[in-house]
């Protein structure tokens, strides 16, 4: 750069001009455009001004490529045929048999998209191979017709792509029932606050142990602007063990009864306990958020399913005692996808409603750093499993290491990262400090394009 701004310095003395000042060596900034901190006239950049005033369209979906089109006004015949086009979806998949592999290939690219394969497929026998896929709306429809007609597997991938991509032609009407209130989720991303009731908490050291505490916490809570209370008497920090029955009862109980009366929100009880989240569900709470995703208690499933009430499967790697001694991924997304989808069939077997399904990723949870920066950064690859996400990234620790920051000063890095997750596609954020957070959802939601009306 500054041997361009030395032959720039060179050529505008030879011509007399001031190489700071406009043209005609007047001091104006008069034709002058800026890249970075340097200014350069526009005809060095393009010979001349650009008239036709090009730009990037961002179109995510086909409601978006039906309003770009509008902009410009093509006949109803046109737009429906070229709203389809306009949106490109890049797919992996994972499993193929290798035959299947080539069909895949040779019928996206005669179609005009892209297969990519593992270099040496033909080189796999019975192995099973991934492939990334890329294309258009368009594109894709014509492929699925043609994989519905084909062996080694592919008339299955044919439904799993159509029902992948069902999001991007209609995203339909998403309602999450919580103690007989209906969330339209897509309207409004929901609040819900935090209530731990231990003593070794790692965000508020114990705080709110006390019932007397935790409940007039929780109301506070409730005041500004939580949409659902979550309460949980087990702490989960890296490095916890778990505590007998009758202690997690002993702590959760008392402020479940009486935030169920007092709140005028529903209640969610956090635990791993089936006989914890029976009581809880007894005593009127409408949610259990589990961070095992029912793998801990063989009871929790059936009693899920009974009782007909939404559950948050988590994905934690290792239990809490051991799940920050260094946790290993090879794809970090795409292990953290395929287990949530498994957890997600395994409770639909088990008799629960797909419809009370929410899924959360786990930040934090046996992840490093550079893991829960890239879960953040690809957060809209779990909305393509098809159920409601959580998202919990309120003080935890990857903020603290980014910003060398301790728990309590965490509170600027929690508000980017809950507006991010909004940005990516979170329905419901977990966090301590609901009031700054529900200001920056309601922000948040205004950019992405959510109307619904907050609390």
Do not use: W
């Amino acid at each position: 750069m500054r041997e361009r701004m030395a032959r720039r310095e060179r050529s505008t003395a030879a011509e007399g001009r001031d190489p700071s000042s406009g043209s005609g060596g007047e001091n104006s900034l008069q034709g002058l455009t800026t890249i970075g901190v340097y200014p350069l006239r526009r005809r060095e950049l393009r010979g001349e001004a650009m008239r036709f005033n090009p730009r990037l369209l961002q179109v995510r979906d086909v409601g978006e490529a039906y309003a770009r089109l509008d902009e410009v006004g093509p006949s109803e015949r046109g737009r429906s045929i070229m709203a389809p086009k306009m949106v490109h979806r890049v797919i992996r998949v994972d499993n193929l048999d290798t035959r299947a592999a080539n069909i895949l290939k040779q019928n996206m690219l005669s179609l005009g998209g892209e297969v990519s394969l593992p270099r040496e497929v033909f080189g796999y026998g019975e192995a099973k191979v991934p492939a990334i896929i890329s294309g258009t709306l368009k594109q894709y429809k014509a492929l699925i017709a043609r994989l519905k007609e084909q062996p080694f597997g592919l008339k299955i991938l044919a439904s799993e792509l159509e029902e992948i991509l069902k999001p991007a032609y209609d995203a339909g009407e998403r309602i999450l029932l919580l103690g007989g209130r209906q969330y339209r989720l897509g309207e409004r991303t929901l609040v819900m606050g935090v209530v731990n009731v231990t003593p070794d908490s790692f965000s508020d050291g114990g705080r709110f142990y006390q019932t007397k505490d935790a409940v007039e916490h929780g109301l506070r809570l409730v005041e500004e602007g939580a949409d659902i209370l979550d309460v949980g008497g087990e702490s989960t920090r890296p490095g916890s063990d778990f505590i007998p029955l009758e202690e997690e009862l002993r702590r959760v109980m008392p402020v479940v009864e009486e935030l169920v009366q007092r709140a005028g929100v529903p209640v969610s009880i956090d635990t791993t306990k089936a006989e914890v989240a029976r009581r809880a569900l007894d005593a009127g709470c409408a949610m259990v958020n589990e961070i095992s995703a029912m793998r801990l208690d063989a009871d929790m499933l059936p009693l899920v399913a009974e009782r007909g009430v939404p559950v948050c499967l988590m994905h934690m790697k290792g239990l809490p005692k051991d799940m920050q001694v260094s946790p290993l991924y090879d794809d970090v997304v795409g292990e953290i996808a395929a287990f949530l989808r498994e957890r997600a069939e395994v409770a639909v077997a088990g008799g629960v409603d797909p419809k009370n399904i929410i899924l959360d990723p786990g930040i934090g949870f046996g992840k490093n750093l550079d893991h829960n920066l890239e879960i953040l950064r690809r957060l809209p690859e779990f909305r393509s499993l098809g159920y409601p996400l959580l998202l919990g990234t309120s003080r935890k620790s990857f903020i603290g290491m980014i910003l060398d920051l301790p728990v309590e000063e965490r509170l600027e890095g929690t508000a980017a990262s809950v507006a991010l997750g909004v940005a990516g596609g979170a329905d419901i954020v977990r966090v301590h400090d609901v009031r700054e957070m529900v200001r920056v959802v309601r922000v948040a939601d205004a950019i992405v394009g959510k109307g619904g009306p907050h609390r």
